[in-house]
């Protein structure tokens, strides 16, 4: 399944556990020897809600929460799983989070998600940044500085704002963001763009390398634009990523992000 472009093998594990996930997500994502994505996403059964998602990155390293992986859980729990809820709710490493299925046809064609507050306390990102906040703040990333805006929304963000988004070095950019001695568990980084009508963005996933999309860094970086002065709290935000179109907003406590989810195709596969 993937939400614009951000795609992962999504494994129903409500009968039988997956063993040695990590090295799952390893073998499967290549996308030249294998089914290919950007990591897999186990979808299991929960006690303290209607199911449970765990997401490993392509290089096996375990992230808190996708908003784009989200989404596809609300989307296969509906279609695949009978719970036809227009509301449900999904347990994460990053809490449990209330998703609100738009259905057409018994068609679940959009989903929101309550992505809950930005957290903005550097050392609980973690970013190795002192005070308060790390907002605008300069980051000597290889001899260059840069401004960048550092929060987590359930993963850890550093956002660039940049005038030509298009034509970055982002394969080795990223990387060296990625690995800053600033961020001790690495860091997601969202190179974006302002534009009239909203945000463009480029995304660097820790663990993945850049991808068409990310929910959490679309997240990151409308809050980032609102806490530098580019928007505004409380009205939708669109966040333009190479895969497509994510709507956000934040109403500077909680931040909402509306998108769709998209079945690619499904099998089985021998371990």
């Known amino acids: 399944?993937?939400?614009?472009?951000?795609?992962?093998?999504?494994?129903?594990c409500f009968e039988e556990e997956l063993k040695d996930p990590e090295a799952v997500a390893?073998?499967?994502?290549?996308?030249?020897?294998?089914?290919?994505?950007?990591?897999?996403?186990?979808i299991l059964p929960s006690e303290v809600a209607d199911a449970k998602m765990r997401m490993f990155n392509a290089d096996g390293s375990e992230g808190k929460m996708c908003g784009n992986a989200i989404r596809c859980v609300g989307k296969y729990?509906?279609?695949?799983?009978?719970?036809?809820?227009?509301?449900?709710?999904?347990?994460?490493?990053?809490?449990?989070?209330?998703?609100?299925?738009?259905?057409?046809?018994g068609q679940v064609e959009l989903v929101t998600v309550d992505m809950g507050a930005p957290i903005f306390l550097p050392k609980e990102i973690p970013a190795n940044f002192g005070g308060d906040r790390a907002v605008n703040v300069p980051l000597n990333v290889d001899g260059e500085t840069y401004l960048v805006t550092c929060l987590s929304m359930g993963n850890p963000h550093c956002?660039?704002?940049?005038?030509?988004?298009?034509?970055?070095?982002?394969?080795?950019?990223?990387?060296?963001?990625?690995?800053?001695?600033?961020?001790?568990?690495?860091?997601?980084?969202?190179?974006?763009?302002?534009?009239?009508?909203?945000?463009?963005?480029?995304?660097?996933?820790?663990?993945?390398?850049?991808?068409?999309?990310?929910?959490?860094g679309a997240c990151a970086a409308a809050v980032a634009a609102v806490v530098n002065g580019y928007q505004t709290t409380n009205r939708e935000i669109p966040v333009r990523l190479r895969g497509g179109e994510l709507k956000i907003v934040y109403t500077g406590e909680r931040v909402y992000l509306r998108g769709p989810a998209a079945f690619s195709f499904e099998g089985t596969a021998e371990l």
């Open 26 to 42: 390893v073998r499967l994502s290549d996308r030249h020897f294998s089914v290919g994505g950007d990591g897999i996403v186990l």
């Open 1 to 12: 399944m993937h939400g614009i472009g951000n795609d992962y093998i999504y494994f129903d």
């Open 159 to 216: 956002v660039v704002f940049t005038k030509d988004v298009e034509n970055l070095p982002l394969e080795t950019l990223g990387k060296k963001f990625e690995h800053h001695p600033a961020f001790p568990q690495r860091v997601n980084t969202e190179f974006v763009e302002v534009k009239e009508n909203g945000l463009m963005m480029r995304v660097w996933e820790r663990g993945s390398g850049e991808t068409l999309a990310c929910g959490t």
């Open 77 to 105: 729990l509906y279609e695949k799983r009978g719970i036809h809820k227009e509301k449900i709710f999904v347990e994460t490493l990053s809490g449990i989070k209330e998703l609100s299925l738009d259905v057409k046809d």
